[in-house]
């Protein structure tokens, strides 16, 4: 799933490459995904892009002086910029992948695409950005938040600081892939409670949480959206990577499963060396 880094890079080489030029057609293929319809997707075309920004993991491309076409990426959605299309003839509806093609003038242009069956690709074309309900609900961004007001979010949620952090309403940014990270990075068990933590510990947490997620903006923007993710995957250090050697100590990274996800973890370097219990295992066995 794009988190901060990614929606960050992207919308960096929106500002770069696409911002400026007119809307020559916006279309939408996939029905599902354009979450509103007032305004309709017919005022789009003829507008100027203004800007490309992000809240939170959401995309943010100005159209105009008063539109804004709000994206959220889900698990398995990309922007894809292509320099042209191979035809000119207008998607058709349910065109596999592609949610929506927006073409410019400069016969450049993006789709925004979704892999698999799961369709949760969401898009809103508001006026306010704030019209869009997870928007107006998000928690301060994880990369403008001061300490002070980080320890106030996390304190707020007695909870797993792995569930607390990657809640959108407490921080706005960090997903399932950079928690791992962040978690690692400050030597933190992902169970530890938040009511339990110290202020010492809050303040390893916020310093680990600044350091990945500004390490991971540096080394995603400026690439292309295409190169983006073996970037990601490549800065890594438990996040996917069950079995292979800790970078920090080689103890193997572990994994605990849940029904629709996994986290990663080194418990050499976060639980004192003992595994975690696997969630989807402890159940059967209960
Ligand atoms: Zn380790």
């Known amino acids: 799933m794009p988190e901060l880094p990614e929606v960050e890079a992207l919308a960096a080489y929106l500002r770069e490459r696409a911002v400026g030029h007119t809307v020559q057609r916006f279309e939408v293929s996939s029905f599902s995904a354009l979450k509103t319809y007032d305004p309709p ?39 894809h910029y292509r320099d042209g299309f191979k035809s000119p003839a207008p998607l ?13 003038d400069d016969e450049s242009g993006f789709d925004l695409t979704e892999a698999g069956t799961q369709k949760s690709l969401a898009a809103y074309l508001v006026r306010d950005p704030a019209e869009v309900p997870g928007v107006s609900r998000l928690g301060p961004d994880a990369l403008a938040v001061s300490r002070d007001e980080f320890a106030a979010r996390i304190k707020s949620r007695n909870g797993q600081v792995k569930g607390v952090i990657v809640d959108q309403e407490v921080l706005a940014g960090i997903g399932n892939a950079y928690s791992d990270e962040i978690l690692h990075a400050a030597k933190m068990s992902p169970f530890a409670l938040t009511g339990k933590l110290t202020d010492e ?7 680990a949480m600044r350091e990945v997620e500004q390490d991971a903006v540096a080394r995603s923007v400026g690439q292309k959206a ?15 990577r069950t079995g292979l050697p800790c970078p920090v100590c080689g103890d193997t990274v572990r994994e605990v499963s ?12 976060q639980t004192g060396g003992k595994p975690l219990a696997d969630r989807r295992l402890s159940k059967l066995i209960r």
């Open 41 to 79: 997707a017919s005022a789009v075309a003829g507008l100027e892009l203004t800007s490309a920004g992000r809240h939170g993991k959401f995309l943010d491309i100005g159209l105009g002086p008063d539109l804004h076409l709000v994206v959220h990426l889900a698990r398995a959605g990309w922007l």
């Open 92 to 104: 058709k509806p349910g065109s596999g992948p592609i949610a929506i093609r927006v073409r410019l």
């Open 201 to 207: 510990q809050i303040t390893t947490l916020y310093e």
């Open 226 to 240: 295409a190169e983006l993710k073996g970037e990601k995957r490549a800065g890594l250090r438990v996040h996917a």
């Open 258 to 269: 849940f029904a629709d996800k996994s986290l990663q973890y080194c418990a050499t370097c």
